[in-house]
Each structure stands twice: as C-alpha cells, then as structure tokens.
C-alpha cells in the first residue's frame, strides 16, 4: 500500500525536451507538494495545492507548471528543460492546509531522478 | 527570510553511542519544528514533529528538543545501531529544510 507513488522513478531525457511527473495520494490528504532536492541535497519547496487550489509558488520558473485534476493527484510539468532542471522531485502530502502552519507530519513519495543531457 | 543549518554535515560513530544532531535557524518565529530521516534512493520519513509551543518529543530511542529563543533543535539518538545509518534532515514551518547530517553508525 504506496502512500504517496510518482512516475516515473528515473527521466532521463534531451536539453528543451517537455516532460511530466506524476504524483498521487491514497492518505486521503487535503494538501500536496512538489520539492526540488538538488545535488548537495538541499530540498527547496516549488508548490503546494490544498484541494486542488495553489497555496504556495516559491519562485519557480513558468516552465514548471503543477496540475491538481483532483486533490489525491498533482503533477508537475515542465517545459523547455535545462541543464540546472537536473535534481530528484519529490511529491508529498499532508492532511493540514499547506500554509507551514500545520501540526501534521508531511509524507513523501520516493522521488522522480531527472537528468538533463 | 527563514535559513536552516545542520552542522556536522557528516558523523561517523560506533555502535550503541548516544549521539546529538544540531539544526540551527534564523528566524525565532516558528510554528513548528520537524525532523526527517531520508535513506539514499528514498524519500523523507518523519521522525517527530515538534509544535512552537514544545519543548520536546520523544519517540522510542529518539529525542528531539526545541529552544526557539536560541533558534535550535536537536535530535537525540540513543544507543545507536547500524540501522539508523541515513541523512537526518530537520524542516522549519513545514517547508524550510536544513541541507542535514550523513549519520554512518559503524557495526
């Protein structure tokens, strides 16, 4: 029982390429998140939704473009990829509102490892 | 804006040490604390949550303490086993993540 799943784990693909990640919840969770960890491990949040509705865009390129269809899906788009795209997504969920006020652990999925050649 | 450091970036110790991880942050208006342990290839896995108004939480061998006056959480690991080899990373209001500590607990 996958808490939170993403495909695909690996994305190897060409500079200006577009691709997608998917990401979905089965905790029943009002809140979803994408996070960037880059090669020195630093994790950086890009986006939260809570019932399908953006509550955080940290200063994300236009390129990256999260789709909630539904609030135990969230996928992340991304246009035109560059090299510095390199790094692991990582999806997560929480059942809080996703203001960084909550008092409910977050859960992660395993991560999606994008390389740009 | 919110910056978390951990320092060591990386510890060696032997079987059954007791052991301290340091998270240490910039902002002291924080509405809760929360300490991750990642195993390489895999995601987060949540630890303990600690709320402003904690001062601690505990969960089996594990300790973590929160002095938002002096901007800092440790986590503490007793008797440590060769299992709780993993990067330990600590989060600040939820989002604000740490670049953690490589923990090798040596057999």
């Known amino acids: 029982d996958t808490a939170v799943s993403q495909t695909p784990k690996y994305l190897v693909t060409q500079m200006g390429n577009d691709k997608s990640i998917k990401c979905e919840q089965n905790l029943g969770h009002d809140t979803m998140y994408w996070y960037k960890q880059d090669s020195k491990k630093f994790l950086k949040i890009m986006f939260s939704?809570?019932?399908?509705?953006?509550?955080i865009n940290e200063t994300v390129p236009n390129r990256f473009s999260p789709k909630s269809p539904d609030k135990a899906h969230l996928n992340l788009h991304i246009n035109s990829l560059e090299l510095g795209d390199s790094a692991v997504y990582f999806c997560?969920?929480?059942?809080?509102?996703?203001?960084?006020?909550?008092?409910?652990?977050?859960?992660f999925g395993d991560g999606t490892r994008l390389s740009i050649l | 804006k919110q910056e978390v450091t951990q320092i060591p970036a990386a510890l060696s110790v032997p079987e059954g040490e007791n052991l301290v991880l340091n998270c240490s942050f910039t902002d002291s208006a924080i509405y809760n604390l929360q300490w991750f342990r990642q195993d390489p290839g895999k995601g987060l896995t949540s630890l303990l949550l600690i709320q402003s108004s904690q001062r601690e939480q505990t969960s089996g061998r594990l300790n973590a303490s929160l002095d938002k006056s002096s901007g800092r959480s440790t986590l503490y690991i007793a008797a440590s086993q060769p299992g709780d080899s993993a990067t330990y990373l600590c989060?600040?209001?939820?989002?604000?993540f740490g670049t953690g500590t490589s923990l090798t607990v040596i057999p």
């Open positions: 939704y809570n019932n399908k509705e953006l509550i």
């Open positions: 997560a969920s929480s059942p809080d509102q996703g203001s960084g006020y909550g008092n409910q652990p977050q859960h």
């Open positions: 989060a600040v209001n939820q989002f604000y």
